[in-house]
């Protein structure tokens, strides 16, 4: 069983949708949390990032965390044709070394 | 947050050949990283490289097929030694931000071993 478990879609949506991007995990240990935005030829980008549990917004995205059923979700509201990309969680645990475990990544299409 | 520079940005080699990628970054660090991203797959960590040391390798990644150099403090190389079509991939340079938690990344290298 992998660390981190992330549909890597593909993820067509209409402009305008509200996207929910998600990821399940395995180790209790994860406290830190991070969704990275990559397009296509480019680097990730770090995009949201929790510390714990909870939610925290930034414009038109939301990162929720749910320690409790070791689930973590990433919303789109009001979906752009520019968000288009693929997007990827990632963890650090607080124990055995500062090391980021990435998800495969789920692509996201938003058709104008 | 740092800026990184990575070349070339895509290869094509022929089998049992060697590419080496380099990683410039604006501003002195203390590690870089390298990663590889195949499609469908996570990213993967290969090594953790700090100046004036040996690299440190992740599990499934030896020195003699991915040698690293980390001259200074803003520059590494990668290289992929006697490739095999298996080695198709993106690679990936990477440094920690300010907070540690927080990664910064090159644009990669898209390479096809034929």
């Known amino acids: 069983q992998k660390e981190v478990e992330q549909d890597p879609g593909p993820l067509s949506v209409p402009e305008g949708a509200i996207v929910s991007l998600n990821c399940t995990y395995s180790n209790s240990a994860f406290q830190y949390f991070m969704w990275y935005r990559q397009y296509s030829r480019k680097g990730p980008e770090l995009l949201m990032y929790?510390?714990?549990?909870g939610n925290k917004e930034d414009g038109r995205f939301t990162a929720q965390v749910d320690k409790s059923s070791k689930y973590i979700s990433l919303f789109i509201r009001d979906s752009q044709p520019s968000d288009s990309a693929t997007y990827l969680c990632a963890m650090i645990p607080n124990t055995g070394g500062f090391k980021t475990i990435f998800g495969a990544g789920t692509r996201l299409f938003v058709k104008a | 947050s740092a800026v990184i520079s990575q070349k070339p940005s895509r290869d094509i080699c022929q089998r049992g050949t060697s590419l080496t990628i380099q990683c410039q970054v604006d501003s002195q660090v203390t590690m870089m990283f390298w990663y590889r991203q195949q499609p469908g797959q996570s990213l993967t960590l290969i090594a953790t490289?700090?100046?004036?040391?040996?690299?440190?390798?992740e599990s499934g990644f030896v020195i003699d097929k991915f040698p690293i150099s980390r001259p200074n403090l803003t520059f590494s190389t990668l290289t992929v030694s006697n490739m095999s079509p298996e080695d198709s991939s993106i690679y990936l340079c990477s440094v920690e931000g300010p907070q540690r938690e927080k990664l910064f990344f090159g644009s990669g290298t898209q390479l096809s071993v034929l």
């Open positions: 490289a700090n100046q004036g040391s040996e690299a440190t390798y």
């Open positions: 929790t510390y714990s549990s």
